[in-house]
C-alpha cells in the first residue's frame, strides 16, 4: 500500500515502494505486485458509518466517470514518492482495466463536501493455502488539505469491512521502513510486519525474457528456482 500519511494529525505520512511488506507468515505466496484476474468483484455500497456526526465526508465505489480522478489521485501520490514520470497509465487504462466485464481493480473515492478528497485502490489475489481469497490494498492517498479529517483512516476501515463482507481470509499492504510512526499506528491495529518474505518482482525486458523463454543475461543463474 501507498500511503500518503492521513490516517490523522497524529500519523505521519508513509510511503511505498522502497521496503515493502512480506506476504504473510505461512505461506502467502501470491505477490501483490504480479497483477491477476480477480475473482471477486465487491460489490460495494455507500459507507458513512464511523464518521464523525454531522461530518459532510461520504465513500462510494468509483464509477466510470470517476477515471480522471482516479488518475489524479495516483499522479498526486507518485509525486509525493517524489516519481511523477512513473506514472504512465491514462484514463482509457483505467476505464478499460475497472470498470470492464472482469475488472482487474476496485476503487473507492471519499468526498467531502462533494468534493473528492481521497481514494483507495485494491484488488483480490487468493491464498492457495487457506482457500481463500484475500484484499491487497495497492494506493491509498487523502490530498493535502483534506488531512487530519480522519479519511484516510475511513477509508481503510471500509476496505477491511469489504474483505469481511467477502470472506477475505487477509488484508495487505506496504510500508517504507523510516516511517516510524505509521508503523507503530499499524502494529497497534495488530497487524503483522513479515521480514522474512522477500518480495519479487519481473518486469519490463525481463518479463517479455521470460515470457518467451529468452536466455538470461550473463552472470544470471538460469535455473535457480
Not at 500500500?1 to 515493502?20: E, F, K
Not at 471500509?158 to 469481511?164: E, G, P, S, T, Y
Amino acid at each position: 500500500m501507498r500511503w500518503d500519511g492521513s490516517l490523522g494529525p497524529q500519523v505521519a505520512r508513509c510511503g511505498p515502494h522502497a521496503v515493502r511488506e512480506r506476504a504473510p507468515r505461512g505461506g502467502f505466496r501470491d505477490y501483490p505486485n504480479v497483477r491477476r484476474r480477480p475473482r471477486f468483484v465487491a460489490q460495494i455500497t455507500l459507507y458513512n458509518e464511523g464518521m464523525a456526526s454531522g461530518s459532510a465526508t461520504t465513500i462510494r465505489p468509483a464509477t466510470p466517470a470517476d477515471a480522471g480522478t482516479i488518475l489524479t489521485f495516483i499522479r498526486a501520490l507518485a509525486k509525493y514518492e517524489r516519481a511523477p514520470e512513473s506514472v504512465v497509465a491514462t484514463e482509457e487504462d483505467l476505464l478499460r482495466d475497472g470498470f470492464g466485464d472482469q475488472p482487474y481493480y476496485s476503487c473507492l473515492i471519499a468526498d467531502q463536501n462533494g468534493v473528492p478528497a481521497g481514494f483507495a485502490f485494491y484488488f483480490y489475489d487468493y491464498s492457495t493455502w487457506l482457500g481463500r481469497p484475500g484484499i491487497y490494498l495497492e494506493d491509498i492517498f487523502v490530498h493535502p488539505e483534506f488531512r487530519g479529517l480522519g479519511i484516510g483512516k475511513a477509508l481503510l476501515q471500509r476496505v477491511a469491512a469489504i474483505a469481511l463482507e467477502k470472506r477475505c481470509a487477509r488484508l495487505k499492504w506496504q510500508v517504507l521502513d523510516w516511517n516510524i510512526p505509521a508503523i507503530d499506528f499499524y502494529r497497534a491495529m495488530g497487524a503483522e510486519f513479515l521480514d522474512e518474505w522477500r518480495t519479487v518482482r519481473l518486469s519490463g525486458e525481463a518479463l517479455e525474457r521470460l515470457a518467451i523463454g529468452a536466455s538470461a543475461p550473463e552472470g544470471v543463474e538460469k535455473d535457480t528456482p
